[in-house]
Structures are given as C-alpha cells and as structure tokens.
C-alpha cells in the first residue's frame, strides 16, 4: 500500500453520485475560515462533492479543491463550476503555497505507514504561520469499516507520533468529538489544528 488505498478508492468511484448528494457542509468549517485571512488561498483535500468548497468560494476565499477519486472530483466540478483537480495525497508537491489547507474525513483513509509522509507534505504545502485542520476516526490500528473502506483508526499518542514525524510545527493540538459517519456508525473523531512556523 503507498500513499492511498486502491480498494477505497474504488468505492468511491462506485458511489460517488450517491455520496455527493448526501454530503453537506462541515459543522467545523465556519471556525476554520473564521481563523484565515480575508481571500485567503485554500488547499481542500478530498473535496467529496464540493459542498464545503462552495461554502469557502461564497466567503469569498481561494479554494483550490482536490479529490483522489475522478468521480468525485467530477461531482465537485459539476457543483461548483469550475475545475477540481484529481490528485492523490502522495502527489501533493507545493511549497509554501497556501494560507490553509482543509482536510475533512479524508486523510483518515491516508496508510497509517504514509501519514508522517503526507503530513510532510502538507507542511511544507502552507505558507508560513498557515493553517491545517484534519479530523480522524479514532481507533487502535487500521482496518476496515461495513463498506470496506480503508481507516488508518489512529489513537491519539499515533496521531501526535504522525505529526511530530511530519514537523516542525509551531503548534498541533488534538481534541475531540462524538459522530457519525458514512457507514451509520457513531465513532469517537481526533480533530486536529496545526500552524506552521511563522
């Protein structure tokens, strides 16, 4: 397994009209922008069907949204307007390109051998003193959830352990929440904010 699950990937490609309709917008987004410079420029990691892209362009932000499935991606676009680019979390190659970067029930599909490596590259993606919020299913190792999905299911010393290997940062914080997901099942969720060394 590299930096992303075939078989994940796979039913996304299967279910994303389904899974696009039934998206909705991120409860944690408004704080999210709340923090970001006004026009601030925004990377979006697994956009899903674009609902919290939309959100971010009518605050008036510079929302570049990516998704790793096509299909998905093709959902966004047709959403929004405008182009979704399909990109793997491996792939990811700026520098010091973005004030943010927003990463919501997504990089919880990431290997939990590639996240240090992922997490890197989201570091080394934001500008200096940016922003990047992620959240994950809390658990004690990967494995799949009902629909086959790949988790990485980290507990919370894993998820610091990942972000350490990935620093230096200026600050991660870890906290979390109660909620369900996709599957229907209810999960503790690791929410976690990191800034970058301004």
Same mark, same amino acid.
């Given at each position: 397994?590299?930096?992303?699950?075939?078989?994940?990937?796979?039913?996304?490609?299967?279910?994303?009209?389904?899974?696009?309709?039934?998206?909705?917008?991120?409860?944690?987004?408004?704080?999210?922008?709340?923090?970001?410079?006004?026009?601030?420029?925004?990377?979006?990691?697994?956009?899903?069907?674009?609902?919290?892209?939309?959100a971010m362009l009518v605050r008036g932000?510079?929302?570049?949204?990516?998704?790793?499935?096509?299909?998905?991606?093709?959902?966004?676009?047709?959403?929004?307007?405008?182009?979704? #680019?399909?990109?793997?979390?491996?792939?990811?190659?700026?520098?010091?390109?973005?004030?943010?970067?927003?990463?919501?029930?997504?990089?919880?599909?990431?290997?939990?051998?590639?996240?240090?490596?992922?997490?890197? #590259?989201? #570091?080394?993606?934001?500008?200096?003193?940016?922003?990047f919020e992620a959240n994950f299913k809390a658990g004690d190792?990967?494995? #799949?959830?009902?629909?086959?999905?790949?988790?990485?299911?980290?507990?919370?010393?894993?998820?610091?352990?990942?972000?350490?290997?990935?620093?230096?940062?200026?600050?991660?914080?870890?906290?979390?929440?109660?909620?369900?997901?996709?599957?229907?099942?209810?999960?503790?969720?690791?929410?976690?904010?990191?800034?970058?060394?301004?």
């Amino acid at each position: 397994m590299g930096g992303h699950d075939p078989e994940t990937l796979a039913f996304y490609e299967a279910e994303a009209e389904v899974y696009a309709a039934q998206g909705h917008v991120s409860r944690r987004l408004t704080n999210f922008l709340d923090q970001m410079p006004q026009g601030a420029r925004i990377l979006e990691l697994g956009c899903g069907g674009g609902q919290d892209a939309e959100a971010m362009l009518v605050r008036g932000f510079d929302v570049i949204p990516t998704d790793g499935s096509p299909a998905l991606a093709a959902q966004a676009q047709a959403r929004l307007g405008r182009p979704v #680019r399909v990109m793997l979390f491996e792939d990811l190659d700026a520098q010091a390109e973005y004030d943010g970067v927003w990463a919501q029930a997504s990089l919880l599909h990431a290997p939990a051998s590639a996240l240090p490596n992922i997490l890197a #590259r989201v #570091r080394r993606a934001l500008k200096p003193g940016g922003r990047f919020e992620a959240n994950f299913k809390a658990g004690d190792g990967e494995g #799949r959830d009902s629909l086959g999905r790949y988790h990485n299911f980290p507990s919370r010393a894993a998820l610091a352990a990942a972000y350490d290997a990935a620093g230096p940062w200026a600050s991660v914080e870890i906290t979390q929440s109660e909620g369900g997901g996709y599957d229907g099942v209810a999960r503790t969720w690791l929410i976690v904010v990191a800034h970058t060394v301004a």
